[in-house]
Structures are given as structure tokens and as C-alpha cells.
């Protein structure tokens, strides 16, 4: 995919995920899950949701109940993964131990040169991603120097585990935020016109089939790929998967500014404001985004 500068206006530079809504087969299950081997606390629970984090008043996480529940195609749009952003190495390799004392299997592990990261799945498959960035200056920038290089490269894995405690600690770090999502999507240039020339995200980085995009500099707030999913159409309403993402902006005048550049563009609708003053849009594949201005 050939990159292509945008003439619209930048998004907020002090972007950030506040939180995610997955929707999931079995919530006891789930919510044990992300409570014991994950590390984040709930914060309350009735029959139909949990909610999870650090904060009584802002969850970070959100579980909904399935009625019916049927399994995620694999060939299909949604949710790639849930990246948990920790505050350093150390309490990174706390998180690594947690889940490995559970029992819980790893799917990989890579040093993608601005992170070092793990990967596991949750109890429906949803994909899950625990990390910790490098520095931004130690981040290699391309020759224009545009944006990030990113690449895969096997995880030092004992050197990650001797910065962490011997005894793993019951739940993640309390700074601990959802750093990015990686979405599965039809058409990766369709997707990520959308987030680039729609909300004023800025591309970061491309590989074959998928493209990275950020605000302020990161290497990536969201992910896209179709490597499982090109021309593929949405899962079924009752399959698990992810429901929204939260972000938040510094203020209403970004809101503002975010909802006239919409507005203007021609790759979305300007979506459409929500009881408290949330600006709810979704991306060309039905992925659910909720901008607040706090």
C-alpha cells in the first residue's frame, strides 16, 4: 500500500484508549480469566457484565454476557488483539510470570524493536497482546524519517524475566493501559484511508498486508491486517468479539474538531453524538469507536 499524506487535520496528539467492550461466551468464565491470570481487578459484576481495572469510576475493560453464544469464524473481521501497554519491563515480566504460573499458554513472544511483547487468547480465542515500549529515541526511523521501522524478531525472554520479582504479583500494574488494538479488516487500504483521511491519524508503519497508525508520535494505536481476513464480512452478532473502543481526547474542542473533520471528509459520516457528548463513529468494517473529550 502506497502511502499517502493526508490533508486533514491531525487528531488530538494526546490521544489515548481509555478502555475496550468485548462481548463473551461464558462471562464467570471470562471475567476469572482476566482477573487471575491477566491481572486486572474487577471492579463490580452483576449476571449480564463485569467490569475490570484500576479505577472504580472508569473501567479499562468491559465483559458483556452472550445469549447463544456460537464460535468466531476465522475468517472473518473484528478483533486481532487487545494490547495491554505496561509502565516497564520489570512489571511486564511480573505479568509474564502471572500467567505462566496459571498455567496458561503463551501463543509467541517478539522484539518489535519500539516493544518487547507477548501473546496469548482469552477463553473465546480473543487475542491479547502484554508489552513494554523501548524508549522513543532508541525507536529506528526510515530515511524520510516518517513514521517507525517495526519488524519481528525473537523476544530475549530471559533477559525480560531477571528484570521482574521472583514471585509473580496478583494483578498487573496499576499504570498498566490498553496501548493499542489491532483489528482484522477486508481491505487494508480502505481502513486505513479511513482512520488516516477520516479521523487524522497519522501511518507509522506498513508490512505486507497491514498497516500501523497513530496520534502524537506513537508507534500505534491502531492496528489493521487481513491476513486471515481480506473480503471476509463481519462475525455473527452472537459471536464473541470485540464491541468498542474508547478513546479519550484532552478536551471538547477536540472533540469539536474531530466531529468537523468527519465532517468534511469523505471517507465516513460524521457519526453521531451520544447523551453525555461522546461522538460514536464506526470504521468501514463495523468496528464501534467512542471519542469523549476527557
Request: hydrophobic share 40%; aromatic share 6%; proline share 6%.
Amino acid at each position: 500500500m502506497t502511502e499517502q499524506r493526508s490533508s486533514t487535520a491531525a487528531i488530538d496528539p494526546a490521544l489515548r484508549i481509555a478502555g475496550v467492550k468485548l462481548a463473551v461466551a461464558d462471562l464467570a468464565r471470562s471475567a476469572d480469566f482476566y482477573e487471575r491470570v491477566l491481572g486486572l481487578p474487577v471492579i463490580s459484576r452483576d449476571d449480564d457484565t463485569a467490569r475490570l481495572g484500576f479505577d472504580g469510576a472508569a473501567a479499562r475493560l468491559e465483559l458483556s454476557q452472550i445469549a447463544d453464544p456460537v464460535a468466531v469464524p476465522a475468517a472473518s473481521t473484528g478483533l486481532f488483539h487487545v494490547a495491554w501497554l505496561h509502565p516497564s519491563r520489570a512489571t511486564l515480566a511480573e505479568t509474564v510470570q502471572r500467567v505462566a504460573h496459571s498455567g496458561w499458554r503463551f501463543d509467541g513472544a517478539s522484539d518489535h524493536g519500539v516493544s518487547e511483547a507477548l501473546y496469548l487468547s482469552d477463553p473465546d480465542g480473543l487475542g491479547i497482546e502484554i508489552y513494554a515500549d523501548r524508549p522513543r529515541e532508541q525507536w529506528q526511523r526510515p530515511a524520510d524519517g516518517h513514521g517507525v521501522r517495526m519488524y519481528t524478531l525473537p523476544l530475549d525472554l530471559d533477559d525480560l524475566l531477571a528484570q521482574g520479582p521472583r514471585a509473580a504479583a496478583e494483578a498487573m500494574a496499576p499504570e498498566t493501559v490498553v496501548g493499542h488494538v489491532h483489528l482484522k479488516v477486508s481491505d487494508v487500504p480502505r481502513a486505513a484511508a479511513f482512520y488516516r483521511d477520516g479521523l487524522g491519524l497519522e501511518l507509522e508503519a506498513e508490512i505486507p498486508q497491514a498497516a500501523f497508525l497513530a496520534a502524537g508520535g506513537y508507534h500505534h494505536h491502531v492496528g489493521l491486517n487481513s491476513w486471515q481476513s481480506r473480503g471476509a464480512s463481519r462475525p455473527p452478532e452472537n459471536a464473541p468479539g470485540l464491541r468498542e473502543v474508547r478513546f479519550g481526547l484532552s478536551g471538547t474542542e477536540a472533540l469539536d474538531a474531530l466531529e468537523r473533520s468527519l465532517t468534511e471528509s469523505a471517507a465516513q459520516s460524521p457519526g453521531t453524538r451520544g447523551d453525555e457528548g461522546e461522538l460514536h463513529v464506526s470504521d468501514p468494517d463495523g468496528h464501534r469507536l467512542t471519542f469523549s473529550g476527557g
